[in-house]
């Protein structure tokens, strides 16, 4: 990570227009008098170099460097690293959020607690502004709806998957606080923009690889060694030029070093996955080999769409708004050449990967941004010399090229996702597909703020409260399965979480952050000075239309504050602040809170780790250490609860069947039947549990009905009556769930309540004609009510769809014997 460390140091010389020359806010520890407002361009003095030693003392410079590193590492942060995975897996379960999470998390407490040590030992310049407080208010508002939440755990920490709770939050603020503070000037403000682009360009290039996915096996053998060529290769000569032709010029000699990491860490590293897949490749005997180079399996969604290290192309659409247009800011207004053409193939690859990651929201959002920056620079330019200029227009017009051929190969595509013209007219079709079920998520989020406008739910609980409002349409379009975790659409999933008041606390932050910076980053006749913050401008106008459609994570989030704290940097007022009599207490307090909380974050990470060692990794009593140290180390993880009681089923399943299999031999089975009833007894009270902590969470119950309807087939009928009553209670939870109540009817057929069960069928089958099973077993259950007729409907309901499907054709046969035999009957 040296690369945006050097980024942070730059000295760049007053005279550049690109580094926007005409001064920033005072620096922490300048001469400003107290409240005195910084103004761009009404400085007599050179900008002070960012980061210079004059400037930044140890402890600011530790929280500069945490914000670079975090705005280049948390994009890219992942736990499965392909060719570098210790025994081929990676070190946490969720690959991607959790991760980002952590790194995140861990450089905040750092930033901000060397921060505030420094102010504490030293005193300092404390930047401010009048929009920061309603920040503040917003965040507070987020503590006292988390506390009146409907689950505590879940609003502090937030979904597993998810995680934007309260320390999310928290997060974020302290993430635009120490940016507002340190972000004192063009050029540190441009260092940032760079580091951003930088880690924008890994992403999107990771993108690329993905979204070109295989080459012929012939053609891998060669790309293994070129790869290693190229690579070094590649750093060689850049670092030969910048050691030599570039001597003198720090800027183009900066750029050279930051493409020779780039290329010798990137190439290095493809060169391990690609040799991994080339023998992964002929074990497998396969002709093509993936240029990926971490194996993913199955895919939740089409192949060769770009999610580089978001896991999902939803995620990484969203997150692409802002280095696509901080990237074209810094191309608009870089004079170095060098720097310029970097900024520029950037910016041609974000146009490829956002596009083939076919996120609709994302592409409007993107979108907005662009007309942002044609404006600002239109503005810009107004009575100067500043014109476009060839090299400009050659990319200008590589990205519109690259967007008009993806469009025109895609549209040749038969499905309608990976096709950019359907993907577009999909917009306008509010009836079908994604849309519809996309207007029933609203539909229920929008029933859930209703019911607690005020204070709403405890942030980031709509999964917990989706199935209590969801309408009963939304089953049938979805699917049985689905559960929406996320409302698609920001400000009604903070309405569900905070309330409304906490949505027009963070919309009016938001918007009162966009128009008190508009005068600065959108000023007529500045030239190349301020385009950089208008690049911040469109970044954070963009990204807020996208979460119109698009969900919002920790990855991505965060560069939404961090951008507002930028945009709020140069008309920010300084206090000085002098250091209490009591600050070696109190920078010692800072220090311990940094530590603990440190030491927490790590357990929270190193928990996921137990966790995927306990469901994947291991079986049996292995996995339930590994599970029950996941839940020691983050007791605020129901997910981590629940799998505990499936492991238990998991032994109770295996020992219930060999009982009955011994059994029916004749031999001696005491034992094993005291071992089954023990796994039996641990597995609900696993269940039970979970429940306990999380009532709102439908599965469990699910879980915990399919348990006993097991045990009263494996061991004593009577254990449906168990099982009825936890399914009754599940329906109470979510009472449009088709599983829950395919386990109720099967404890009602098992108690011989058969006229209830085929209640409860027929119920799941209206919510879902593609729940096989539910139809197999109304074909059962109807065939028991001697309602031949009906039951066959049922089976051939099944078998038009799936006409080798065994429970249907056994039912089928059954029905036909007891139909013929009730025929013979006299």
């Excluded at 060529?229 to 850049?238: R, S």
């Excluded at 080999?289 to 995620?315: H, M």
């Excluded at 595509?413 to 996309?438: C, K, M, Y």
């Excluded at 306990?692 to 087939?713: G, H, M, Q, R, S």
Aim: one cysteine or more.
């Amino acid at each position: 990570m040296a690369q945006p460390r050097r980024s942070g140091k730059s000295v760049r010389p007053a005279h550049r227009s690109g580094d926007a020359g005409k001064s920033g806010a005072s620096s922490p520890g300048g001469a400003s008098s107290s409240s005195k407002r910084a103004d761009i361009g009404a400085s007599s003095r050179p900008p002070v170099a960012a980061g210079s030693p004059a400037q930044m003392d140890v402890w600011d410079r530790i929280a500069w460097v945490c914000l670079h590193i975090l705005v280049v590492l948390v994009p890219i942060a992942i736990s499965n690293l392909g060719p570098l995975n210790v025994g081929g897996a990676p070190f946490t379960f969720d690959q991607f959020d959790i991760v980002k999470v952590f790194v995140q998390r861990g450089l905040v407490l750092v930033a901000i607690g060397a921060w505030a040590i420094g102010m504490l030992l030293r005193g300092g310049k404390l930047r401010l502004s009048k929009v920061e407080w309603l920040a503040l208010a917003f965040l507070a508002w987020v503590l006292i709806t988390s506390v009146l939440s409907v689950h505590i755990p879940t609003a502090v920490f937030g979904k597993y998957r998810r995680f934007e709770g309260l320390v999310s939050f928290l997060t974020y603020g302290a993430v635009f606080f120490v940016a507002l503070q340190l972000a004192d000037r063009p050029s540190r403000i441009r260092s940032l923009a760079r580091s951003l682009a930088i880690g924008g360009f890994l992403v999107a290039f990771y993108g690329f690889l993905q979204v070109v996915g295989t080459v012929p096996f012939e053609v891998a053998q060669v790309l293994r060694p070129l790869s290693l060529v190229l690579a070094f290769g590649t750093a060689g000569l850049c670092t030969w030029l910048a050691l030599v032709w570039a001597k003198d010029d720090h800027e183009s000699r900066l750029a050279l070093y930051v493409i020779a990491a780039v290329a010798l860490l990137g190439g290095a590293f493809w060169f391990l996955g690609i040799s991994q897949n080339i023998s992964y490749a002929a074990q497998q005997g396969l002709q093509v080999v993936s240029l990926d180079p971490v194996r993913w399996g199955a895919l939740p969604f089409e192949t060769n769409r770009a999610f580089s290290t978001f896991g999902n192309p939803d995620l990484l659409g969203g997150y692409l708004i802002f280095p696509w247009a901080v990237a074209l800011g810094l191309a608009l207004s870089e004079e170095n050449a060098l720097w310029r053409g970097l900024y520029w193939v950037f910016s041609v690859l974000n146009v490829f990967v956002g596009i083939t990651s076919f996120v609709r929201g994302a592409w409007i959002g993107a979108t907005v941004s662009l007309a942002v920056i044609v404006v600002a620079y239109v503005r810009a330019r107004r009575g100067t010399d500043m014109r476009l200029t060839s090299t400009d227009w050659a990319f200008i017009g590589s990205a519109g090229a690259v967007g008009a051929v993806i469009a025109v190969a895609t549209s040749l595509r038969p499905d309608a996702v990976r096709n950019v013209f359907t993907r577009i007219l999909s917009i306008f079709q509010f009836g079908e597909g994604s849309a519809l079920t996309r207007f029933q998520i609203w539909q229920a989020a929008r029933d859930a703020m209703l019911e607690r406008p005020v204070f709403g739910w405890g942030a980031d609980t709509f999964r917990l409260l989706f199935p209590m409002f969801k309408p009963a349409e939304y089953v049938q379009a979805a699917g049985y399965l689905s559960v929406a975790d996320n409302v698609h659409n920001y400000p009604l999933q903070l309405a569900t979480g905070v309330g409304i008041p906490g949505v027009l606390m963070l919309y009016g932050l938001m918007g009162w952050s966009l128009i008190s910076s508009a005068g600065t980053a959108l000023a007529r006749g500045t030239a190349r000075e301020r385009l950089v913050l208008a690049g911040f401008w469109a970044a954070v106008l963009g990204y807020a239309v996208h979460l119109l459609f698009g969900l919002s994570v920790t990855g991505s989030t965060v560069f939404l504050w961090l951008s507002i704290g930028i945009l709020l940097s140069p008309g920010a007022v300084t206090h000085d602040i002098k250091p209490p009599a009591w600050r070696t207490v109190a920078a010692v307090v800072v220090a311990v809170l940094v530590v603990a909380g440190s030491v927490l974050n790590v357990r929270y990470v190193a928990a996921d780790t137990h966790y995927l060692k306990g469901r994947v990794l291991t079986q049996g009593a292995t996995a339930i250490k590994e599970l029950e140290r996941a839940v020691e180390m983050n007791p605020f993880n129901e997910m981590y609860r629940m799998e505990v009681g499936v492991v238990w089923q998991d032994l109770f399943r295996t020992a219930a069947r060999e009982y009955v299999e011994q059994a029916g031999s004749g031999a001696d089975t005491t034992a094993l039947r005291q071992q089954t009833e023990q796994y039996l007894t641990r597995a609900a009270a696993a269940y039970l549990e979970a429940i306990d902590y999380v009532p709102y969470e439908y599965d469990t119950y699910v879980f915990l009905a399919n348990l006993y309807n097991e045990a009263a087939i494996y061991l004593d009928s009577t254990y449906a009556q168990k099982a009825a009553e936890a399914a009754q209670k599940g329906v109470a939870v979510e009472e449009y769930g088709p599983a829950i109540r395919l386990q109720l009817a099967i404890a009602y057929l098992t108690l011989g309540q058969v006229d209830d069960a085929i209640t409860e069928l027929e119920f799941a089958a209206a919510l879902d004609t593609n729940y096989t099973q539910v139809y197999t077993m109304l074909g059962d259950a109807y065939r028991r009510a001697g309602r031949f007729e009906e039951g066959r409907t049922a089976y051939q309901h099944v078998l038009t769809s799936d006409p080798a499907n065994t429970d249907a054709l056994s039912g089928l046969a059954a029905l036909e014997a007891s139909e013929a035999a009730q025929t013979a009957a006299p």
